[in-house]
Every structure is written in C-alpha cells, then in structure tokens.
C-alpha cells in the first residue's frame, strides 16, 4: 500500500522535471519514464533517452535524482537509462503534445495522413504550423538545432519553425 | 588490445566507423556549402559518435577500457574502422559519394544485427536505426539529386564514387573471430553474405541513376566533357578489385582495397585525424568536458 503510494509521489516529482532543451515539457510528458519501482530500501527509476546523443541526457539524469530524492527519505535513489523498448515519438503525452505546440515546436502528428519522410526541402509536408495553423508548411531540413528537431517554413505566414523529429 | 574475443572486435568495427566517419561529418561544421546542409552534418556527426559511445559501453566489460579510454585513448593501430571512414572529407562530390556508400552498407550491417542473439547488441542496434534511417535519407537525397545533374554536380559525384567505391567494399571486412560469432548467433549472417547483399543493391541503385560503370573497370564519365578550354581532361582508368559481374549481378569474388582497417592497418590520413581526434585527451588524461 505504502509502496503503490511512494510509486505515485515519484512520478509526481519526476513530472516536476524539465528537458531542459524543452523547459516547457517534463520528462513525463516527454514519455521518458519507462519504469518507477520502489520498496524500504531503494527506488529506481529507468528513463529511456529520446535520442542516443542527446546532450542534455545527463542533466536530465541529475535533475530526477534530485527530484525523485525529496520522497526517498533514507532510500538510496538509482536511475539508469535503458534502451528497451526503443523510445519513439508515440510515447509522449496528450499534455506533452499540446505543450510542444504552445512552445513553437509543430508535433509531426498535426499531419493529416500518415507519416512522411522528407529528407530535402520539400512542398507540402503538412505539419501545422504551431503559430497560424496552416498546413502549406515545407520541411526544410531533416535536422535542427538539436538532434531531436527538423527545420519547417511556413508558406501562409511566411514563419520558420521548428517540429520533433518523429522516431 | 585482445583479439581473442568476436564480440570485442565486432563491437569495435562498428564503434570506430561510426566514431571515424562521425569525426569526418563534424568537419563540414562551419564550411557546407549552405547553411541547412552545415546543421545537417553537424548533427549526423552528432548522431554517429553518441552512437559510437553506446557501442563502447557495451565494450567497456570486454575490453577492462572505459567509452572515453576506447574513443580516444588507443593507439592508432589500435582502431578497427574501415579506411574509408578516415578518408578526408575531399569535396561535396565525394562526401556525399561515401556518406551514401557508408550510410547504404551501414544499413545493410545493423539490420541483420537487430536479430542478434546477444540481447544488450540488438536493443542497442534497434535505438540506433530509428536514428540512421534520417541519415540514409539524406545521403539518399543528395546521391539522386547530385546524379540528376546539372552536369557539374553529377561529375563531381562520378568521381566521388570512382575514388570512393572500391574502398568502400572493405567495410564488409570480416571482425576477427567472426566464426565464433556466427556461431554463438551474436551475428545472425556472415559479412561476405551481407557484401553480396550490399553489392546487390548497390548495383541496381547505381544502374538506375545510370553510374553502374564505376563499379567496373572504366574509362571515367569526364573524358566525354570537355573542359573550358575544349580538352578532354586525363583520369587514370578505375579498376575496382575483388569484384565482377556475374549473370547481371556484382558478385565480390576476392580481396578489395582498403583491406586491413580490421586489423588496425590505417594511413597517413588516419594518422592526422587521430593527433587531431586525440590531442586534448593526450595532453590532459582523463579530461572530461
């Protein structure tokens, strides 16, 4: 009983903490969080990383240490990063999505149909623009200002941004 | 460094392509030839070493080195990657030539792993291809956007192929103990078995954009373009060794250029890459930043 209830306070504190290249979004929003365990002696947690060469992983790996160490009491506090299962871009939240968008970063899943691969400029990518809505957006490039980003412009308000890269 | 372990020199190989070649990219940094392509470099460069460092975790057990001591405390003779990996970046043409050569036989090599009987290798190479299909895309792209001309690009890219072909084959270079490993299952298909597959592909990819010539010996595309002063300009006749056409397919059927990156035989290029590569490491051991 205690257990289930010391599981759900450190979900609620790692959901205190933010991809700090992403403030606006936890890594539970984020679908980091792959797996909570806790009992007298320790709690462990294992996050999944978005992209092998993430450079702010590490951060992140502090920050939940920290975070998940104000519940823990006298518990030793073990968080590992594990590849399995792979993470991929289904894994983040309704809230998560919705954060992205308000943060300027269009969610490859504002798209109608199906995903697309477009390695080159090219018309017609059909991510919503997060700040006018329109989907007469290209994707310019494949990557971005960090591995987890692609490059879009926008042809109906004439804006540049940025979309995660779906995975 | 041991040799008695496969999985040690299969790791490695794989490692030290990805860490090599991921050095080359992030030298475009700064110098594409705009700026989205200066990003995109950058960032598979990125992508390549993180990818390498995942390799050497699952290594560090094996080889008693940490990720850091792999990367870049060895000697040189010491790196298993493929001398095509350390060649210099050259010009656009042959970056993309062997960014499309590597990323085309990389995908070929870690698909078949995804069915690796050592599950810590298959998890690992799974995470990894979400990432390298972007990178195959891209080289993908620019190989069919450079072949379609106009007629400078795509003679830049023929000789980018013609110097980067032949070289290329060697990336199926057998790790040592790969019978133990095909064994044990660690490796599911043997590197000559993946080559032909590579081969195949490669043949009909470049058959398709009209190319296949360079895979056979041949008097290079340029010789039909005559400079600006009307002279058709000299290049030495490409043989590429160990290969042949067999009943419409390219067959390898010996040993190929480039050989000897398994075992630690590099160049003079290597040579400069790894002072360059190693240097702060060298002068401050155990420096971390």
């Known amino acids: ?167 | 460094m041991p040799d008695e372990d496969g999985r040690l020199s299969l790791l490695l190989s794989l490692a030290d392509d990805e860490l090599i070649i991921g050095h080359r990219h992030s030298e475009w940094t700064g110098w594409a030839p705009h700026l989205e392509e200066d990003i995109a470099f950058s960032s598979i460069g990125q992508d390549e070493m993180a990818h390498a460092r995942l390799l050497y975790e699952l290594a560090e057990p094996l080889a008693g080195r940490t990720p850091d001591e792999l990367a870049l405390g060895r000697q040189p003779k010491e790196y298993r990657n493929a001398v095509i990996c350390e060649r210099p970046n050259g010009d656009w043409g042959y970056t993309i030539a062997r960014h499309y050569l590597y990323d085309t036989a990389d995908d070929v090599r870690t698909r078949a792993l995804e069915a690796s009987s050592w599950s810590d290798l298959a998890d690992a190479v799974k995470v990894i291809r979400l990432e390298e299909t972007y990178h195959l895309d891209h080289a993908r792209a620019w190989f069919t956007r450079l072949a379609q001309g106009p007629v400078t690009a795509r003679d830049r890219l023929t000789r980018g192929l013609e110097q980067a072909v032949a070289e290329s084959l060697a990336l199926f270079e057998a790790p040592a103990g790969e019978e133990a490993l095909l064994a044990d299952g660690v490796v599911a298909r043997s590197s000559e078995d993946l080559l032909a597959e590579w081969l195949g592909q490669l043949g009909s990819d470049l058959e398709a954009a009209s190319l296949d010539y360079v895979l056979a010996a041949h008097a290079p595309v340029g010789d039909l373009v005559p400079t600006s002063s009307g002279e058709a300009e000299e290049r030495p006749t490409l043989e590429v060794p160990g290969i042949e056409r067999r009943d419409g397919r390219w067959v390898h059927t010996g040993a190929f250029a480039g050989e000897g990156g398994r075992r630690g035989r590099h160049g003079e290029d290597f040579q400069a890459l790894w002072e360059e590569m190693t240097a702060l490491y060298r002068q401050v051991p155990g420096a971390s930043w």
């Open chain 1, 1 to 167: 009983m205690t257990t289930t209830t010391l599981e759900g306070q450190v979900r609620e504190v790692l959901a205190t903490v933010p991809d700090p290249e992403i403030p606006v979004c936890s890594i539970v929003d984020l679908g980091m969080v792959e797996r909570v365990a806790a009992d007298d002696d320790a709690i462990e947690v294992d996050l999944l990383p978005t992209f092998i060469g993430c450079p702010a992983k590490d951060i992140i790996g502090q920050e939940a240490e920290r975070a998940v160490r104000e519940v823990a009491a006298h518990r030793e506090v073990r968080i590992r990063f594990v590849l399995r299962p792979a993470w991929t871009t289904d894994r983040i939240t309704e809230a998560g999505k919705a954060a992205l968008r308000e943060f300027g970063i269009a969610p490859h899943w504002d798209r109608g149909s199906g995903p697309v691969v477009v390695p080159l400029m090219k018309p017609g990518s059909g991510v919503r623009c997060p700040y006018c809505g329109s989907t007469r957006t290209l994707q310019e490039s494949s990557f971005g200002a960090t591995p987890c980003r692609a490059q879009h412009f926008c042809s109906a308000c004439r804006n540049p941004f940025e979309g995660f890269k779906e995975k």
